[in-house]
């Protein structure tokens, strides 16, 4: 779920749902892979739609992705879709105060993280 501050502070009435495969911890930190397809949701009053259906389409008929795959990713998507129009979590909650604790450091890279990284490619 991403969502973007305003200029003025506030946070964006949109909420972008970028579906992808639960991230797995590697010994450098995490990995993730991108499912193609995202919605995009606002509330008041609500409005959905999808985003990049051509791509994943697209990715099915080049074989990137199989049809399968596909048809898990839609399903994931529809299940996001029903959270949000039931005000479901994450949507039930007023996440409009939380920011993150100003004493946090900002995340750093582990050492070597390129070489680790590329060592697992073929």
């Keep these: 779920?991403?969502?973007?501050?305003?200029?003025?502070?506030?946070?964006?009435?949109?909420?972008?749902?970028n579906l992808e495969q639960p991230w797995t911890r590697t010994p450098i930190?995490?990995?993730?892979?991108?499912?193609?397809?995202?919605?995009v949701v606002r509330f008041s009053p609500f409005q959905a739609g999808w985003k990049d259906v051509n791509e994943l389409e697209w990715s099915v008929e080049t074989g990137v992705i199989s049809v399968a795959t596909a048809n898990d990713i839609q399903t994931a998507g529809r299940r996001a879709l029903q959270s949000a129009e039931a005000h479901g979590w994450p949507f039930d909650d007023d996440w409009s105060q939380w920011l993150p604790d100003d004493d946090w450091p900002v995340p750093q890279m582990a050492p070597r993280w390129r070489e680790v990284a590329l060592a697992d490619r073929p």
């Design 29 to 39: 930190g995490y990995d993730n892979h991108d499912w193609i397809l995202d919605l």
């Design 1 to 17: 779920m991403w969502r973007w501050l305003e200029a003025d502070g506030s946070w964006s009435s949109t909420f972008y749902m």
